[in-house]
């Protein structure tokens, strides 16, 4: 029995002794692993760090040139051109916009003061289509209410012309630069497959230049595409909002010239 108690006790012994050995081994070995993990981290830190940050300008100034500056420079000028169009319609809608209530109000005043003569100098001296509209209608007063309804409608007609005058090119512009990117992308698709049968293999290496020009040039297609749309639909609204202004303020106009002539 006494052998026995000593056997389990030297057997306890030696177990206990082989888990304090293996843990103290695992923990060099851990020490090890974590070592190069941290080391891997620091290094790609500091490759992270040491990138320089492109700028804007430089990266769009390489994106072109990957392009390929011939259809880029043509879509660059679409974009130049539609933008110099969108810009001057803006300005030339903005200074259009009349306060059509003041200036009705302001031409019912000048014929109750000095009759006709009086109410076109108002509109002689305000600018815009409906204060046009309405001196058109008043130079042909004598000839009666009928006469100045159709006259404000036709000469409506004309101011609508005036301010649509350039849309037709935006339009252009529109749908050219998309045209030109998707004509970029079939020649880059083309060299991409020149280049395959020259070297008789497909490589990513191969097809890469031509797959680039074909991608860069359709997104820049599209981008120009994009912003001159933005544009043209905000001129548009600004004609609409103008046109509405030019309807309601004729009616009014008519109406105005109707009670001063049964008055007189």
């Not at 974009?79 to 109000?105: M, P």
């Amino acid at each position: 029995m006494k052998k026995f108690l000593v056997f389990l006790a030297v057997a306890g012994v030696m177990a206990f002794s082989a888990n304090v050995a293996s843990a103290q081994d695992e923990a060099p070995a851990a020490t090890e692993t974590t070592a190069p993990a941290a080391s891997e981290a620091t290094s790609l830190a500091d490759l992270t760090a040491a990138a320089p940050e492109v700028p804007l300008h430089q990266a769009l100034k390489t994106q072109f040139i990957d392009g390929g500056p011939g259809f880029m420079t043509m879509i660059a000028l679409c974009l130049i051109l539609g933008l110099a169009l969108c810009i001057e319609r803006i300005l030339f809608l903005t200074f259009s916009k009349t306060n059509t209530k003041k200036l009705v109000a302001q031409v019912e005043a000048a014929l109750a003061k000095g009759g006709i003569e009086e109410a076109k100098k108002v509109c002689r001296d305000t600018r815009g289509p409906v204060a046009s509209i309405f001196y058109q209608g008043l130079l042909r007063y004598d000839q009666g209410v009928d006469v100045v309804e159709k006259t404000v409608v036709s000469y409506g007609s004309v101011q609508m012309s005036e301010m649509e005058n350039g849309l037709s090119w935006i339009s252009l512009f529109i749908a050219l630069a998309p045209s030109l990117g998707f004509l970029g992308t079939v020649v880059g698709m083309i060299q991409a497959f020149d280049a395959i049968q020259a070297a008789g293999d497909i490589s990513p290496n191969v097809v890469a230049g031509g797959m680039k020009v074909a991608l860069i040039t359709t997104v820049g297609g599209l981008i120009v595409a994009m912003i001159l749309q933005v544009f043209y639909n905000y001129i548009i609204s600004k004609i609409d909002s103008i046109t509405i202004d030019m309807e309601d303020s004729s009616i009014t106009l008519v109406d105005v010239l109707t009670k001063y002539s049964e008055k007189k």
